[in-house]
């Protein structure tokens, strides 16, 4: 049997990763001959870690996901710099810009998402290009330009507080920027956040020397000078960063008639309303997803690897509980689920932590003790625990307070003040078994130094951790006897 | 059984315990009573274990007399008609059946002479390829990512005495408070700067002794590790000259490690973000730092996968292959070191050698005077060995020498089945072991005291174990045993010594030129007391106490990254299994148990089997501390006595492997094997908690 053509259109995060899971299956192209189509100059990078590159911790080269001789490696016919112009689905090819056409059996949208760009007066010239001294916060060239318009020092606004407009800001602020966050909304990342976290967070941030203009709008943009706020205010920039949200990328699916609304319709098979086309990550829409993460672009990638090599054609995908986290150097936040369920909600225990002045903030939602939704800020063992228990369906420890601070309480472990509050049977010595009453048995028949005890015991003859607490116990029966 | 004389000496012996790889040195008084002795690794420790170790030198239930199964019952009989009865079976099986219709199976506790032996016995007596050992159990993941890595797997490339100069020490899946205490005291530099990290999924003795504890939920480690690495990487924490200078293959490792960011593992392992980066940030500010593993990270069926993840680790900061730094696998096994290196592993010769290595044939073929082309070559590892037995076109009889494989192998209520499918089943044993009880013919042999032999500890440093004390009557070394058998198997007198020190001459001649070279060690050397670490390759060659320090054992000297991804556990939770148990071991017993819960000290400090539990997760099931619980898999079900232990994650149960019957935590087990190493899942599987029926 000839191996089947599989186009992939878009080598992002979930193209590439696609690419990848198909050739762990598959790994001599024996059932999938793999088409990977780019636009961008260069091989796959990890989106992920954009903000440590503006925030100058990673290097550019140090993101890719693939090297040079990725493709060859993996009898994989890469095109990169170019993309496709139309589908032709009767006729199963894909027309590309350069001129040529690939022929498809089966055919994957992976063409993420673009910038929304807000509609600012002087933001984008007439052809929509954003204007002078404004970048997107989207791709590796983005990052570049952001890195090469934001000297060290100079003030640089962001337009959008949330996940990833605050990666941006926290990176720049780490380069020495000033930088003014400007949000419509009434407290930074309301999508995840409830305010009282959100109002955290913002402050946390403020120390690291961001400013915050929230609730306001940007009405205008002019180069090298900065924005103008509605409320008439101004925010000095050099270079503002835009961070809005993004939309995805339906224009070729919509050309080629497939159902789309937010994004290209998908079932649990990831199958568009064609059957011989699908669409995962950010241009997919699929009923249980929220798009713009690389979770469930790598879950959807699995399953469809699984699909296109016929290596589990029972694989489906039933959606992605998210867990967002924030990666800021210096701030540990997490959020999931149910966030803004109230105290007092019905069929809800809701426990919530607000400690600002130490940067932290937690929220517990629990529906009959399984975690339903959490806000964990400043405290990431909470963090971990909580995110476990999240994705583990494991019911909740009684303990509630311990989970949320992040430290199970003491265990009881054998602290006693005095050699006296120590039960008799506590063992001090756990390499020969030795416990209190013991050596004091050994004690009251005799032994009457720490030597004695050892040898008619052997506390303390193993890896000799308990030798303090053998001299404790000593002293404490020379000065009772 | 007979009850044994009491055994005397002439004089006081200084000797090393018959136990773990630590090999804890120790004296034997006239009276058969020990006492610790200063020895570099223990330090003049001893645990419980240790202090006790004389117990079964004059225990009751030592066997004394072969025995011969009639009438379905193992009644004593004489050596010669035993020895007689089971040559004749094996001729006939092989005239019959072929030669690899006999099965051998070996132990990680057997002296070097007994390991290098057995497999000469089941190569040139027998024929057959079909031997491997327990050690494949043991650190078998370790040992082929150490060959990966560095081209050469010695546990430690360095002497234990080292750590003690340590900055940092990150052990991973480690439990030597538990496993072997003395080793403990070697920590105390790391603890005492602060950086004593311990990776484990329960907070064991160990881990509350750290200055950080990580817990990953089980099945995890790798991607930990994976974690920590991105974090150096992304940290600006790497040591660019020394990959660039010393290793091969960072880019293809990096590639992979890119996609796992702290906060990404963070949500596979449950070890925060913060951690993660602690532990890079911590390991990269130490001048001297040391990440060791052991089989909490090893017995998974990607135990080789998770152990190259943390030694990419340790190549990415540097420290491999410097004096003062370094990565190592604790051995567990009293020889679990020299017992991989001398050929009683399916796919080995004698000097680490492979057998597949047209040069390795004919150069250990010309030790032992047989046409190279006689020899068998690989044959199934362990489990895959067990599995096969008394099945269509699967061996038809084993010999088993210093194992329990009824309680240590995984899946074991599958084993046992196997076992009983068998034409013969023969053990050389010290006492009824779970084993012994199933089979057709039992040897009784010399303990660790009553014999001469040689021991590689954890560290590569071979000790000469001298006979202190005459054996009970009627009781045979392993030795004897192969020699009277190959004869009776048609092969020349004098081709299997009897004598320890002349094995290991022949053992020297047969490691000559191997990764694993022994040539140059001697007797002699080793009662004079010198510190021999091998390679020693000749006998002015004064050993090497720290390997790597100029290259690494690959052609070109450089270390090579691995490129691994993590896949997580065999067997995951589902509804129906929705607990993780994960299987170990305590301080008061060893292995399978067979020698410790006959010692009444030990036994009664630790006398059955129990289930480490989350109070919450035992009320759920209805459960209390202290009740019978009864925890069960897709393979069988073990009942445990319930311990609630409050720092247990939830959803994660942990039993002690050492008990027998129905209280085996290998009923349990998965037997999904490490594709490489072939190494069983040990260390997690899907299983759920209900109350014992019956209890109250």
């Known amino acids: 049997m000839s191996p089947r053509n599989v186009v992939v259109l878009g080598y992002g995060m979930a193209g590439a990763r696609l690419a990848d899971e198909i050739r762990r299956r598959d790994p001599h192209g024996e059932r999938v001959h793999l088409t990977v189509i780019g636009d961008e100059p260069h091989h796959a990078y990890n989106r992920v870690l954009l903000s440590a590159v503006v925030g100058g911790t990673m290097r550019p080269e140090s993101v890719r996901l693939h090297d040079e001789e990725w493709a060859a490696r993996h009898g994989i016919d890469l095109r990169l710099d170019t993309e496709a112009r139309e589908i032709d689905r009767a006729a199963r090819k894909v027309m590309l810009v350069d001129g040529t056409s690939v022929g498809y059996d089966a055919l994957v949208l992976a063409t993420g998402s673009t910038p929304w760009l807000p509609p600012v007066e002087g933001l984008t010239d007439e052809d929509g290009e954003l204007a002078e001294g404004a970048v997107a916060f989207r791709s590796l060239a983005d990052c570049e330009r952001i890195l090469d318009a934001a000297r060290v020092g100079a003030p640089v606004a962001v337009l959008g507080g949330g996940l990833l407009g605050l990666e941006a800001a926290r990176g720049l602020a780490g380069r020495g920027n000033h930088v003014t966050v400007v949000h419509p909304a009434g407290h930074v990342m309301e999508r995840q956040l409830d305010a009282g976290a959100g109002r955290v967070l913002a402050k946390t941030l403020g120390d690291f020397g961001i400013d915050f203009r929230l609730g306001r709008f940007a009405a205008k943009y002019v180069p090298g000078d900065g924005l103008k706020l509605d409320d008439g205010s101004h925010v000095h920039a050099d270079l503002v960063v835009v961070s809005a949200g993004v939309r995805a990328d339906t224009t070729l699916a919509a050309g080629a008639g497939l159902a789309a609304d937010r994004g290209v319709l998908v079932d649990d098979a990831l199958r568009t309303s064609d059957g011989r086309i699908y669409a995962i990550g950010d241009c997919a829409q699929h009923p249980g997803t929220v798009s713009g993460l690389v979770q469930p672009a790598w879950e959807q990638a699995d399953v469809l690897a699984d699909l296109l090599t016929g290596t589990d054609t029972a694989a489906r995908y039933r959606g992605t509980s998210v867990v967002t986290r924030l990666k800021a150097r210096g701030i540990d936040l997490a959020a999931l689920g149910e966030t803004h369920a109230e105290t007092g909600d019905d069929g809800a225990e809701v426990l919530c932590l607000d400690d600002p002045a130490r940067g932290r903030y937690a929220k517990l939602v629990l529906r009959g003790d399984r975690v339903a939704g959490a806000i964990v800020l400043g405290v990431p063992d909470a963090a971990a625990t909580i995110t476990q228990l999240y994705d583990r369906g494991v019911p909740a420890p009684s303990d509630r307070l311990a989970l949320l601070l992040g430290r199970a309480l003491p265990s009881g472990a054998p602290n006693a003040a005095s050699p006296a509050d120590l039960p008799a049977a506590a063992v001090v010595c756990r390499c020969n078994s030795v416990s209190k009453g013991q050596l004091v048995d050994a004690w009251r028949a005799g032994a009457s130094s720490v030597a004695e005890l050892a040898s008619a015991t052997r506390a303390s003859t193993g890896c000799g951790s308990c030798k303090d607490a053998v001299c404790g116990i000593a002293d404490w029966l020379a000065s009772t006897t | ?696």
């Not at chain 2, 150096?232 to 200078?245: C, F, I, K, M």
């Not at chain 2, 362990?382 to 061996?395: I, R």
């Not at chain 2, 068998?422 to 053990?427: F, G, M, Q, S």
Request: glycine share 10%; aromatic share 6%.
């Open chain 2, 1 to 696: 059984m007979t009850l044994t004389a009491e055994p005397t000496t002439t004089t006081a012996v200084a000797t090393h315990c018959p136990y773990c790889a630590l090999q804890c040195g120790m004296t034997l008084s006239r009276e058969a009573d020990v006492t610790p002795r200063q020895f570099p690794t223990n330090a003049g420790g001893l645990c419980q274990k240790g202090w006790t170790s004389p117990a079964l030198l004059r225990s009751p239930a030592r066997l004394t007399t072969p025995l011969i199964r009639t009438g379905g019952e193992l009644r004593p009989a004489s050596w010669e008609d035993a020895l007689d009865l089971v040559a004749r079976r094996l001729l006939d099986l092989r005239a019959e059946h072929g030669p690899d219709s006999v099965a051998v199976f070996g132990g990680g506790g057997l002296t070097n002479e007994k390991s290098y032996l057995l497999g000469k016995f089941a190569r040139v007596a027998l024929g057959t390829s079909q031997i491997d050992y327990n050690g494949r159990f043991c650190m078998s993941s370790a040992a082929a990512a150490g060959m990966k890595a560095f081209g050469l797997d010695r546990g430690l490339p360095f002497p234990l005495t080292d750590l003690a100069d340590a900055d940092a020490i990150v052990l991973v899946g480690a439990n030597p408070a538990e496993t072997m205490p003395p080793f403990v005291q070697h920590l105390r530099g790391a603890n005492a700067k602060g950086d004593l990290v311990v990776v484990d999924p329960r907070r064991t003795p160990t881990a509350e002794q750290a200055n950080l504890h990580l817990a990953p939920a089980p099945g995890t480690d790798l991607a930990l590790a994976l974690g920590i690495l991105h974090a150096v990487v992304a940290d600006g924490l790497l040591d660019e000259s020394y990959v660039e200078q010393r290793t091969s293959g960072f880019d293809a490792v990096w590639r992979i490690a890119a996609g796992y960011w702290p906060e990404r593992v963070e949500r596979i392992t449950g070890v925060s973000a913060a951690d993660q980066r602690r532990v890079a940030a911590l390991l990269a500010r130490s001048r001297n730092a040391y990440v060791l593993t052991a089989r909490g990270a090893e017995q998974h069926a990607t135990g080789v996968a998770t152990v190259s993840a943390w030694i990419n680790l340790a190549l990415a900061l540097g420290l491999p292959g410097r004096q003062g730094s370094g990565y190592g696998c604790l051995t567990g096994q009293g020889n679990g070191q020299g017992g991989r290196e001398h050929g009683q592993k399916a796919d080995q010769l004698p000097g680490y050698r492979k057998i597949a290595d047209p040069a390795a044939r004919e150069h250990v073929a010309s030790v032992w005077g047989v046409p190279a082309d006689s020899l068998p070559g690989p044959g199934r590892s362990a489990f895959e060995l067990l599995d096969a037995l008394g099945t269509e076109g699967g061996p038809r009889a084993l010999l088993v020498f210093g194992s329990n494989v009824v309680v240590s192998a995984p899946d074991s209520a599958r084993v046992a089945q196997r076992l009983s499918g068998l034409d013969l089943l023969v053990t050389a044993d010290l006492v009824l072991s779970e084993t012994s009880e199933l089979a057709d013919v039992v040897l009784p042999v010399t303990q660790w005291a009553e014999e001469d032999g040689t021991m590689t500890n954890l560290e590569g440093r071979i000790l000469l174990r001298r006979k202190a004390i005459d054996p009970p009557e009627g009781v045979r070394t392993d030795l004897d045993v192969l020699a009277g058998l190959a004869e009776r198997l048609g092969q020349p007198e004098g081709r299997f010594p009897t004598d320890a020190e002349t094995a290991f001459t022949e053992l020297r001649a047969a490691s000559a030129g191997g990764p694993a070279d022994y040539s140059g060690i001697s007797y002699d050397r080793l009662r004079e007391g010198e510190a021999l670490y091998w390679p020693v390759p000749d006998e002015a060659h004064p050993g090497t106490p720290r390997m790597f320090l100029d290259a690494f054992a690959h052609a070109d000297g450089r270390a090579r990254f691995e490129p691994v991804e993590h896949t997580g556990p065999a067997e995951p939770q589902d509804a129906d299994f929705p607990l993780l148990a994960t299987t170990g071991r305590v301080l008061q017993h060893y292995q399978s148990g067979a020698q410790t819960r006959l010692v009444a000290e030990l036994n009664d400090t630790v006398p059955e089997v129990y289930v480490e539990v989350h109070p919450d997760t035992a009320e759920r099931a209805g459960l209390a501390h202290g009740d019978l619980a009864r925890v069960t898999s897709r393979r069988g079900a073990t009942t445990a006595r319930v311990r609630c232990v409050g720092s247990m994650r939830q959803d994660v149960v942990f039993l002690p492997f050492h008990f027998p019957g129905d209280q085996r935590a290998n009923l349990l087990t998965n037997p999904a094997l490490d594709p490489t190493s072939r190494m069983p899942e040990f260390k997690v599987c899907a299983v759920r908690l209900t109350k014992e029926d019956g209890a109250e």
